[in-house]
Nanobody
Framework: VQLVESGGGLVQTGGSLRLSCYPSVRTFNTYAMAWFRQAPGKEREFVAAISRSGRNIRYADSVKGRFTISRDIPKNTGDLQMNSLIPEDTAVYFC???????????????????WGQGTQVTVSS
């Protein structure tokens, strides 16, 4: 399975961006999906995740209330709506997915076997 992210870019503090993840499979709604990010000099960190059923959604505390993860079934994509962006959100954002992901380990990097190449998000102050 290949994943391709889009939607990154440069935005000012307080602005919004919407990231999308495009899979090479037609049944993306059967995959758990997550977004992780990695800032320069830092480890990759969990941002948000949605389980295969869609009933379980998790967010990192740092983005809760500002970011929304969703799945667009007709378009077969996964999205991350990012509002009220701050400079600390600057990072490369990665889409991850797996059809065998555990719903109780959605925050775990190891839960996902498929990863995109990442898209850069830069928030200027």
């Amino acid at each position: 399975v290949q994943l391709v992210e889009s939607g990154g870019g440069l935005v000012q503090t307080g602005g919004s961006l919407r990231l999308s993840c495009y899979p090479s499979v037609r049944t993306f709604n059967t995959y758990a999906m997550a977004w992780f990010r990695q800032a320069p000099g830092k480890e990759r960190e969990f941002v948000a995740a949605i389980s295969r059923s869609g009933r379980n959604i998790r967010y990192a505390d740092s983005v809760k209330g500002r970011f929304t993860i969703s799945r667009d079934i007709p378009k077969n994509t996964g999205d991350l709506q990012m509002n009220s962006l701050i400079p600390e959100d600057t990072a490369v954002y990665f889409c991850a997915a797996d059809d065998g992901a555990r719903y109780d380990e959605l925050r775990a990097h190891s839960n996902y076997g498929y990863w995109g190449q990442g898209t850069q998000v830069t928030v200027s102050s």
